[in-house]
């Protein structure tokens, strides 16, 4: 167990070092400068652009040969240093480091959001199987995983803060991370994000627990009079959270840097997301390669912890 | 159905190509799932406005600057203007008129005709990425399956870099960096989208390997090419047609996404850029965020629907 | 200052205390300190550093502004207001030699004053420095002799200092009105590292500007708020208690939208408002709406290279084109009224405006398409038929098709090149939209070289250079300085950096000359080279000047102290609330 724990983690430094020197590459061969978007402006002012920008990339190093800029770059990161994020005058980690809670808060929120209705929509789905209720909550869960987040999100400011004005039409700062005000303004970005979670994990739900009702342990434990609700509970569900484990790890991976991302953009929230756009968009490569390996590693640590709970979970699986 | 169930595992399915009774099968049970089809006949509806909508109405990129922000027929808003010169408000009811159904966007574009060209955008990202996407996991699935050895390491290998890749993030970089047109954005969906299919293809041919049929024609002296091409591709057409069926809707929606933040073809009106434009007027023209997301919902919708009925008519097994 | 500029400051200021003394029921007592003063932005305004030296965008020196400044500022005349400077700046007969007093109540955080010799030392270890790479170096150099060199900055005594230059240029002084000083105690520690400086925390926090503005900084969440506090020690709010909100706050916005929702909430103190919401705010009582003149403006470039239509290098050709674009219909249609028609790069507001000199193309009675039709033929070109509409035939006798170049993303930008499109199409002549993102068209269409040779693509590398696309038109925004417009000469003169679409003419490269030298001393003399050098520019019709914008500001109404004018914020310390 623990030299394959060992062994994973090496493959997932491997794998990380491969994305970043993927988006190394991808930064600096693109014909984009960090200039660019000054040029009017330092122009207004009567300035020579075109040594202005010499001069810029010169500061930051962007002058030398890619292989230097890489070496150099990687040199730093072994010894733990981040680099200087020139679109925000900050360090790197200092940058993240006051932005991550945004994008955690939205995220764990509407994780639990999805989690708690979509198993309990797709437990009371798969019990009822072939009625109305089955059949309302399978359209509803369609529309769900079909509804563009961000267009969701589009549709509830426009009802409930252009029209009916309930909510504030943007997310607000001023309020304190553990206070009502910021719970009370995060649930049209959960709803926004979470709808479509929500809805993949009832058709999950309510396959999995279709599956294992089927199976012979619930006939047996049936026979054996044991009533219908720890049937359900015991053993059916117990035995359908595992495929359900992997989906939602998957989907915590994924939807930091591409739902979560769409999210805080259509409400104005500071996320991580946020920041990684703006930097790609300044052509600020230290920031752009830092995220990126926070979201692989994110991905890496969870599938290798989802791994180890089903390990937990099913006593059966083992790895060597 | 038992009786039908091809293959052992249930997992493999009978060659498409050899048998067209199969086919009837196959369509029998789809007609069977009733959304599907539904699903279907929106698809068909959108190819058609996609192939001989943009005959049918005016320039999606034409303006009339008479008629901003004109809502769709049937409704009316309340428009105030402010004359500079005399220092006056007047206040006008505007209504929508029948020559512009949908109503126009604030440049005094026709909503219809750009709902048609979204329409046709949408589909050709749809099918051209998803074309690429997967005969590109296809082509290294099998190549991995059939060569073994080092080359179906690295493949795997870098397969396990994109997927670990944080997907959209991806996406935005090259696009920022290669600059937003069509060509590109197809492409860059292609060529990162492939990693799913490559996975489930390698893992099918694979198991298909060492089946009878297979070991019997190599015995036979079949080379490899007469084998994949002759037995394992078209064992695995079903397979590719579920799994393009349901990843189209995630490329309509990867595009949309790219589009909504800035990222679209500027020389094209998509609906992402259409809700782009109808973010930035959410308070003033509601129709111009909202139509464009219905299209896209029901887009997704459609081919989820389609590609749900699908899986379940190759599948014998899922027929829940 | 002379007699003329001051009485007119008399008058203002008259006026403005009547206006507000004016007001019903009101006896103004004096302002409390109350309330945060949260202005709304968009984002992509947001500014780059605080460690202002380095930074390349405008918000940048904004938002250091609110804690440090300037020697002096504008009012909305453009008069002088004197901010860190203890009297005018004195300018010697020969125009070479300035000399600076500044305040001797000036203090950096630890309470050390601030003296001239930091202000010499910035400029000749910072500014003048080439480890550093000050990116507005230009403003502080000369030609001398052919040799490019730095004005030569001197302490006289602890407030006092000169700059010497060797060659007249008369719009230096307000170079010099926008100097800010940093620390030399500080800046000592950081000399000649370059990362070092770039990462001080104490300029990257502003934690040195001591009395020196009206705010302190306090907080900045990137892509989200900037937070500034209230400065009690600030040298200008002694006598009267200023600044009067306990917090300044800039808040980012996704979309204007959004922000304008928020201001409709009052969950904002003050944004801008796009020209349609107008009525809509003016209607509401809580929200005051101030329009005033802007310095933006917008052109279409005529490319005159050799890879544009060849028509565009004639000036009949481009004076009929821009006939042809009626201005009118763009300030009513695009901008509802909220702009004014341009004629050159001095607009209205300037004080060099001169309204008789200047060529109206575009605006009644020259914006006529029958004449811009005439102007064509005149020019040699024919018309002929396609299908069943008149176009405009090329030497070869095929149809004129005109490629114009822009970005997306301004709905204004958007919307005027397809009016554009449309405007031409009525004088025969088909004109292509094609959106490319900035980064390609800067280089792909407005950089260029002479073809086969070794140059460095650059946005001007002379006569004979060409871009690597074709293109015939492009539309981009621009923005010009009303009191120094000879800055213009990047974009007009022979050799200006950025005459990406190749306009050389020699009487425009004399006028800036001369505008810029020793002739250009006298104020009055001055002005008649701005009058003759708009005329000149207006008929050359190098691009086709638009329009000016006006901007739409909303306030709380229970915001006071606002002069609505183009230098609206230069009094912002004394604003309050009611």
């Known amino acids: 167990m623990r030299s394959y724990i060992i062994k994973r983690l090496l493959y997932s430094v491997i794998i990380a070092w491969g994305i970043l020197t993927i988006t190394f590459i991808l930064l600096r061969v693109g014909p984009t400068s960090p200039v660019d978007r000054y040029i009017l402006?330092?122009?207004?002012?009567?300035?020579?652009?075109?040594?202005?920008?010499?001069?810029?990339?010169?500061?930051?190093?962007?002058?030398?040969?890619?292989?230097?800029?890489?070496?150099?770059?990687?040199?730093?990161?072994?010894?733990?240093?981040?680099?200087?994020?020139?679109?925000?005058?900050?360090?790197?980690?200092?940058?993240?480091?006051?932005?991550?809670?945004?994008?955690?808060?939205?995220?764990?929120?509407?994780?639990?959001?999805?989690?708690?209705?979509?198993?309990?929509?797709?437990?009371?789905?798969?019990?009822?199987?072939?009625?109305?209720?089955?059949?309302?909550?399978?359209?509803?869960?369609?529309?769900?995983?079909?509804?563009?987040?961000?267009?969701?999100?589009?549709?509830?400011?426009?009802?409930?803060?252009?029209?009916?004005?309930?909510?504030?039409?943007?997310?607000?700062?001023?309020?304190?991370?553990?206070?009502?005000?910021?719970?009370?303004?995060?649930?049209?970005?959960?709803?926004?994000?979470?709808?479509?979670?929500?809805?993949?994990?009832?058709?999950?739900?309510?396959?999995?627990?279709?599956?294992?009702?089927?199976?012979?342990?619930?006939?047996?434990?049936?026979?054996?009079?044991?009533?219908?609700?720890?049937?359900?509970?015991?053993?059916?569900?117990?035995?359908?959270?595992?495929?359900?484990?992997?989906?939602?790890?998957?989907?915590?991976?994924?939807?930091?840097?591409?739902?979560?991302?769409?999210?805080?953009?259509?409400?104005?929230?500071?996320?991580?997301?946020?920041?990684?756009?703006?930097?790609?968009?300044?052509?600020?490569?230290?920031?752009?390669?830092?995220?990126?390996?926070?979201?692989?590693?994110?991905?890496?640590?969870?599938?290798?912890?989802?791994?180890?709970?089903?390990?937990?979970?099913?006593?059966?699986?083992?790895?060597? | 159905m038992t009786e039908l169930k091809p293959g052992q595992g249930g997992r493999s399915r009978i060659p498409l190509r050899i048998s067209h009774r199969l086919w009837g099968y196959y369509w029998e049970r789809l007609q069977k799932n009733r959304l599907s089809l539904v699903g279907l006949g929106f698809i068909g509806f959108l190819v058609l406005t996609g192939i001989f909508g943009p005959l049918l109405v005016q320039d999606p990129q034409k303006t009339d600057f008479n008629i901003l922000n004109l809502p769709p027929l049937g409704f009316s808003i309340q428009e105030s203007i402010y004359d500079i010169k005399t220092n006056e408000i007047t206040t006008t009811m505007i209504e929508g008129r029948p020559e512009h159904p949908l109503g126009t966007d604030s440049k005094g574009r026709d909503m219809l005709a750009m709902l048609v060209s979204g329409a046709r955008i949408s589909l050709l990202v749809g099918l051209l990425a998803t074309g690429i996407a997967i005969f590109l996991g296809t082509f290294l699935g099998v190549l991995s399956a059939f060569l073994g050895g080092w080359v179906d390491n690295a493949l795997m290998r870098f397969t396990d870099i994109m997927m670990t890749f944080p997907f959209f993030l991806l996406l935005v970089l090259i696009v920022f960096i290669f600059g937003p047109s069509l060509a590109i954005i197809v492409l860059v969906i292609g060529l990162t989208g492939w990693t799913g299919a490559a996975r489930l293809i390698r893992s099918e041919a694979l198991s298909l390997r060492t089946r009878d049929f297979i070991t019997a024609s190599k015995a036979l002296g079949a080379s490899d090419t007469r084998v994949i091409f002759n037995h394992l591709i078209p064992n695995v057409s079903s397979l590719i047609i579920v799994m393009a069926s349901l990843s189209i809707p995630g490329v309509i929606m990867a595009e949309a996404s790219l589009s909504f933040i800035g990222l679209g073809d500027p020389m094209s009106t998509s609906w992402g850029t259409i809700l782009n434009t109808g973010q930035h007027s959410l308070d003033s023209a509601w129709w111009v965020a909202v139509e464009p997301g219905i299209m896209l919902f029901l887009t997704v919708l459609s081919f989820n629907f389609f590609g749900d009925g699908l899986r379940d008519a190759f599948d014998p097994k899922a027929s829940v | 200052m002379s007699k003329d500029t001051l009485m007119k400051w008399i008058v203002t200021l008259v006026a403005v205390s009547m206006l507000l003394t004016a007001a019903p029921g009101c006896s103004a007592p004096a302002p409390k300190v109350a309330g945060n003063y949260i202005e709304g932005d968009v984002s992509g305004g947001e500014a780059e550093t605080l460690n202002w030296i380095l930074a390349a965008d405008a918000s940048s020196f904004g938002y250091v502004g609110y804690t440090l400044e300037s020697l002096a500022g504008y009012d909305n005349k453009f008069n002088i207001v004197l901010r860190c400077l203890a009297k005018d700046i004195e300018v010697s007969p020969d125009g070479l030699v300035y000399t600076i007093t500044i305040r001797p109540d000036l203090k950096w955080s630890d309470g050390s004053q601030v003296t001239s010799d930091d202000y010499v030392y910035t400029m000749n270890n910072l500014m003048f420095s080439s480890w550093l790479n000050y990116n507005y170096k230009d403003d502080w150099q000369e030609v001398v002799d052919g040799v490019k060199q730095y004005v030569v900055p001197a302490v006289v005594d602890n407030?006092?200092?000169?700059?010497?230059?060797?060659?007249?240029?008369?719009?230096?002084?307000?170079?010099?009105?926008?100097?800010?000083?940093?620390?030399?105690?500080?800046?000592?520690?950081?000399?000649?590292?370059?990362?070092?400086?770039?990462?001080?925390?104490?300029?990257?926090?502003?934690?040195?500007?001591?009395?020196?503005?009206?705010?302190?900084?306090?907080?900045?969440?990137?892509?989200?708020?900037?937070?500034?506090?209230?400065?009690?020690?600030?040298?200008?709010?002694?006598?009267?208690?200023?600044?009067?909100?306990?917090?300044?706050?800039?808040?980012?916005?996704?979309?204007?939208?959004?922000?304008?929702?928020?201001?409709?909430?009052?969950?904002?103190?003050?944004?801008?408002?796009?020209?349609?919401?107008?009525?809509?705010?003016?209607?509401?009582?809580?929200?005051?709406?101030?329009?005033?003149?802007?310095?933006?403006?917008?052109?279409i470039s005529y490319n005159q290279r050799d890879n544009g239509w060849e028509g565009l290098r004639k000036k009949e050709v481009r004076q009929a084109i821009s006939m042809a674009i009626d201005k009118d219909t763009i300030v009513k249609k695009i901008y509802l009224g909220f702009a004014e028609p341009a004629y050159s790069f001095i607009p209205s507001s300037s004080p060099w405006y001169s309204d008789d000199t200047v060529l109206k193309l575009g605006v009644a009675p020259l914006n006529s398409k029958q004449q811009a039709i005439e102007m064509l033929k005149a020019a040699g070109y024919k018309y002929g038929k396609n299908g069943d509409r008149d176009v405009l035939l090329d030497k070869d006798g095929k149809p004129v098709k005109l490629l114009l170049v822009t970005t997306p993303g301004s709905d204004v930008v958007e919307s005027m090149s397809l009016l554009i499109k449309q405007e031409l199409a009525a004088i025969g002549i088909d004109v292509e939209v094609k959106w490319v993102q900035w980064a390609t068209l800067i280089r792909q269409y407005m950089a260029n070289k002479v073809p086969g040779s070794s140059q460095e693509a650059r946005y001007n590398n002379g006569p004979g250079a060409v871009s690597e696309e074709t293109w015939d038109l492009t539309l981009m925004g621009h923005s010009t300085d009303p009191l120094a417009p000879s800055g213009s000469r990047v974009f007009f003169a022979s050799d200006g950096g950025l005459n990406s679409f190749g306009f050389f003419n020699d009487k425009v490269d004399a006028l800036f000359a001369k505008i810029r030298s020793k002739e250009g001393l006298d104020k009055e003399d001055r002005r008649t080279m701005y009058q003759e050098l708009s005329r000149v520019i207006s008929e050359e019709q190098p691009v086709d000047f638009i329009t000016y914008s006006r901007g739409n500001n909303g306030f709380q109404s229970n915001v006071k102290g606002i002069e609505p004018g183009i230098n609206m914020g230069y009094n912002y310390y004394l604003w309050h609330f009611e």
């Open chain 1, 41 to 320: 402006n330092i122009a207004a002012k009567g300035q020579d652009v075109e040594s202005v920008r010499q001069a810029i990339e010169a500061r930051y190093g962007l002058d030398k040969p890619i292989i230097e800029q890489y070496l150099l770059y990687m040199g730093n990161l072994l010894q733990g240093k981040w680099g200087w994020s020139f679109s925000a005058s900050q360090p790197v980690m200092e940058l993240i480091g006051s932005h991550w809670i945004y994008s955690f808060q939205l995220i764990l929120l509407a994780t639990i959001f999805a989690i708690i209705l979509g198993v309990g929509l797709g437990i009371l789905s798969a019990v009822n199987q072939n009625t109305k209720i089955d059949y309302a909550t399978s359209i509803f869960s369609f529309i769900g995983i079909s509804i563009p987040g961000f267009w969701l999100g589009l549709m509830l400011i426009l009802v409930f803060a252009v029209y009916l004005g309930v909510f504030k039409t943007f997310y607000d700062t001023s309020y304190p991370i553990w206070s009502l005000e910021n719970l009370r303004q995060l649930i049209m970005p959960v709803l926004a994000l979470g709808t479509g979670e929500l809805a993949g994990y009832v058709r999950y739900t309510r396959s999995a627990m279709l599956d294992n009702l089927r199976k012979e342990f619930v006939t047996t434990a049936r026979a054996k009079g044991l009533s219908e609700r720890t049937v359900i509970g015991k053993h059916v569900l117990r035995n359908a959270v595992l495929p359900l484990v992997t989906i939602i790890m998957f989907d915590l991976g994924s939807i930091v840097f591409g739902g979560a991302y769409l999210t805080e953009i259509v409400f104005g929230i500071p996320g991580l997301g946020q920041v990684s756009f703006n930097a790609i968009f300044a052509n600020d490569y230290a920031v752009v390669i830092a995220v990126t390996l926070i979201g692989t590693f994110m991905v890496l640590f969870i599938n290798l912890a989802t791994d180890l709970i089903y390990t937990y979970l099913d006593p059966r699986i083992r790895y060597d």
């Open chain 3, 159 to 299: 407030t006092t200092f000169t700059v010497t230059r060797k060659s007249v240029q008369p719009e230096f002084v307000y170079t010099l009105y926008d100097l800010m000083p940093y620390p030399k105690y500080i800046a000592v520690k950081y000399e000649g590292n370059v990362d070092a400086f770039t990462q001080a925390k104490e300029f990257n926090n502003l934690s040195y500007t001591g009395n020196l503005g009206p705010y302190t900084f306090k907080e900045w969440l990137k892509n989200d708020k900037f937070v500034l506090s209230r400065n009690p020690a600030f040298f200008l709010g002694k006598e009267n208690g200023a600044p009067f909100f306990q917090e300044m706050v800039i808040k980012m916005f996704g979309t204007s939208a959004v922000m304008q929702a928020a201001l409709e909430a009052g969950d904002i103190t003050q944004c801008g408002i796009e020209p349609q919401n107008v009525a809509k705010f003016k209607k509401m009582e809580r929200i005051n709406v101030y329009t005033i003149p802007t310095r933006g403006y917008n052109i």
